[in-house]
Protein backbone atom coordinates (compact mmCIF):
# COMPACT_ATOMS: atom_id res chain seq x y z
CA UNK A 1 0.00 0.00 0.00
CA UNK A 2 0.95 3.77 -0.75
CA UNK A 3 2.22 6.22 2.06
CA UNK A 4 -0.85 8.33 2.72
CA UNK A 5 0.11 11.76 1.77
CA UNK A 6 -1.40 14.90 3.67
CA UNK A 7 -3.75 16.96 0.70
CA UNK A 8 -2.76 20.20 1.90
CA UNK A 9 0.68 19.58 1.50
CA UNK A 10 -0.05 17.91 -1.84
CA UNK A 11 -1.55 21.02 -3.13
CA UNK A 12 1.08 23.25 -2.03
CA UNK A 13 3.48 21.04 -3.68
CA UNK A 14 1.31 21.10 -6.93
CA UNK A 15 1.11 25.30 -6.72
CA UNK A 16 1.68 26.87 -10.06
CA UNK A 17 0.27 23.61 -12.12
CA UNK A 18 -1.25 24.88 -15.41
CA UNK A 19 -4.75 22.08 -15.22
CA UNK A 20 -6.08 20.18 -17.31
CA UNK A 21 -2.58 17.97 -16.39
CA UNK A 22 -1.52 14.55 -16.60
CA UNK A 23 0.43 12.33 -14.46
CA UNK A 24 3.55 12.94 -15.38
CA UNK A 25 3.23 16.73 -15.02
CA UNK A 26 1.83 16.54 -11.29
CA UNK A 27 5.20 14.57 -10.69
CA UNK A 28 7.15 17.04 -12.64
CA UNK A 29 5.95 20.12 -11.13
CA UNK A 30 5.92 18.22 -7.21
CA UNK A 31 9.29 17.80 -7.57
CA UNK A 32 10.08 21.28 -8.69
CA UNK A 33 8.31 22.37 -5.80
CA UNK A 34 10.56 20.39 -3.71
CA UNK A 35 8.64 17.39 -2.81
CA UNK A 36 10.36 14.43 -1.54
CA UNK A 37 11.51 11.58 -3.25
CA UNK A 38 8.59 9.83 -1.22
CA UNK A 39 5.36 12.16 -2.10
CA UNK A 40 6.88 11.71 -6.30
CA UNK A 41 7.09 7.94 -5.77
CA UNK A 42 3.20 8.04 -4.23
CA UNK A 43 2.10 10.26 -7.07
CA UNK A 44 3.60 8.56 -9.97
CA UNK A 45 1.39 5.45 -9.00
CA UNK A 46 -1.67 7.65 -9.98
CA UNK A 47 -3.52 6.31 -12.90
CA UNK A 48 -2.77 7.96 -16.10
CA UNK A 49 -5.54 10.45 -16.82
CA UNK A 50 -6.30 13.79 -17.31
CA UNK A 51 -6.68 15.85 -14.00
CA UNK A 52 -8.67 19.29 -14.16
CA UNK A 53 -8.31 20.31 -11.18
CA UNK A 54 -6.05 19.74 -8.12
CA UNK A 55 -9.08 17.81 -6.47
CA UNK A 56 -9.17 15.26 -8.71
CA UNK A 57 -5.27 14.61 -7.73
CA UNK A 58 -6.49 14.74 -4.00
CA UNK A 59 -9.27 12.49 -4.83
CA UNK A 60 -7.50 10.07 -6.90
CA UNK A 61 -4.56 9.88 -3.78
CA UNK A 62 -7.72 8.75 -1.68
CA UNK A 63 -8.57 6.19 -4.26
CA UNK A 64 -5.38 4.55 -3.84
CA UNK A 65 -5.60 4.01 -0.20
CA UNK A 66 -9.35 2.78 -0.23
Known amino acids: MATKL ?3 EVE ?3 KGL ?3 AK ?3 IV ?3 RKNGADE ?3 KVLGK ?3 QTYNKPTDVTKSLHDLHS
Request: charged content about 35%; aromatic content about 4%; glycine content about 0%.
Open 12 to 14: KKL
Open 18 to 20: DYP
Open 23 to 25: RQD
Open 38 to 40: EMC
Open 28 to 30: NQA
Open 6 to 8: NPI
Open 46 to 48: LPE
